[in-house]
Nanobody, 116 residues
Framework: QVRLVEFGGALVQPGDSLRLSCAAS????????LRWSRQAPGNQRELVAS????????HYVNFVKGRFTISRDNVKNMVFLQMNSLSSEDTAVYYC?????????WGQGTPVTVSS
C-alpha cells in the first residue's frame, strides 16, 4: 500500500525558512519521480516542484524558483522541500505525491501558514 506522510508544516513569519519532509513507503521509491504540490485556501492544487528518480534533475514552477529546493534521500525513502524567503502567498497545505501508472497518490498534507 502506497503511503506518503508529510510533516514539518508550521506557522512562520514572512522571510522565514521552513523545511518540509515526506516519508514514503509501499512503492519503488528509487525509480519514482517525486513531487511537491500545494493548495492555498480557495485555490486549486498546484505543482510546486519535482525531482527525478536519482535526484539529479529538478523542476520548479516560476513562483518558487530561487527560493525552494527539492531533494530526496533514496536510502531513507524521503523527499524534502526547503523553503526560503517565505511570503504570505506561500500559505497553503503542501502535499508530496507520486504518479504510479495512471494513479497519482497523495499524502494527507502539511499546512504552512506565513503571517506576521
Amino acid at each position: 500500500q502506497v503511503r506518503l506522510v508529510e510533516f514539518g508544516g508550521a506557522l512562520v513569519q514572512p522571510g522565514d525558512s521552513l523545511r518540509l519532509s515526506c516519508a514514503a513507503s509501499g512503492f519503488p521509491f528509487n525509480t519514482s519521480v517525486l513531487r511537491w504540490s500545494r493548495q492555498a485556501p480557495g485555490n486549486q492544487r498546484e505543482l510546486v516542484a519535482s525531482i527525478s528518480e536519482d535526484g539529479t534533475l529538478t523542476h520548479y514552477v516560476n513562483f518558487v524558483k530561487g527560493r525552494f529546493t527539492i531533494s530526496r534521500d533514496n536510502v531513507k525513502n524521503m523527499v524534502f522541500l526547503q523553503m526560503n524567503s517565505l511570503s504570505s502567498e506561500d500559505t497553503a497545505v503542501y502535499y508530496c505525491n507520486v504518479r504510479l501508472g495512471s494513479t497519482v497518490h497523495w499524502g494527507q498534507g502539511t499546512p504552512v501558514t506565513v503571517s506576521s
